[in-house]
């Protein structure tokens, strides 16, 4: 499991993004929503798989700075992608405190399990800015394919859990090793 591996990041704060109502577009309309950007009961989800080696530097703009992000669709032997799960708007507890968990699946072409991760932590503690702010999650999965892994598509399956709100959203994405 050397060609994937999952690298800690901070979680801060992006642009805002996620209104009351769900996600939203740059010119503040809202948008639907896809199997890698959900929203459940105010809460959403956006599952980001990306190309972009210089992805953390990207992320940490100044908050009126907008991050694009390369979306990564396939991936050649040897490429790095990198995997990062953003989310909007958890319910804060008494304390203005949020708890987000996550479990993650990454599945290679043959059905086989990469990685399994239950309850993973994506974002315990305070929240300093507006909840519905982007933030990204602690998780960030690297993934680069050597020689012996299956060419094919690869699903990567996350379900984001807002345990103060109860709120679960499933998001999913894929890229293929070629």
């Known amino acids: 499991m050397k060609k994937l591996i999952l690298l800690i990041a901070l979680a801060t704060l992006?642009?805002?993004?996620?209104?009351?109502?769900?996600?939203?577009?740059?010119?503040?309309?809202?948008?639907?929503?896809?199997?890698?950007?959900?929203?459940?009961?105010?809460?959403?989800?956006?599952?980001v798989v990306t190309s972009d080696a210089d992805w953390n530097a990207k992320w940490q703009t100044p908050s009126d700075t907008v991050p694009h992000f390369t979306e990564a669709k396939t991936v050649a032997r040897g490429k790095e992608i990198f995997v990062l799960i953003l989310f909007a708007n958890p319910l804060l507890d008494s304390n203005g405190g949020a708890n987000v968990t996550c479990d993650l699946d990454v599945t290679r072409p043959d059905g086989t399990s990469s990685i399994h991760q239950v309850g993973a932590v994506c974002f315990q503690g305070k929240i300093k800015e507006a909840p519905t702010h982007l933030f990204l999650s602690t998780p960030v999965i690297g993934f680069r394919g050597d020689p012996d892994d299956p060419s094919g598509k690869?699903?990567?399956?996350?379900?984001l859990k807002d345990n103060v709100r109860g709120a679960v959203v499933p998001l999913q994405s894929s890229f293929v090793l070629n």
């Open 154 to 159: 690869w699903v990567v399956r996350v379900t």
């Open 14 to 47: 992006a642009i805002p993004a996620f209104g009351q109502e769900g996600w939203k577009d740059q010119g503040g309309h809202l948008t639907q929503n896809t199997e890698s950007r959900n929203s459940v009961d105010e809460f959403g989800g956006w599952l």
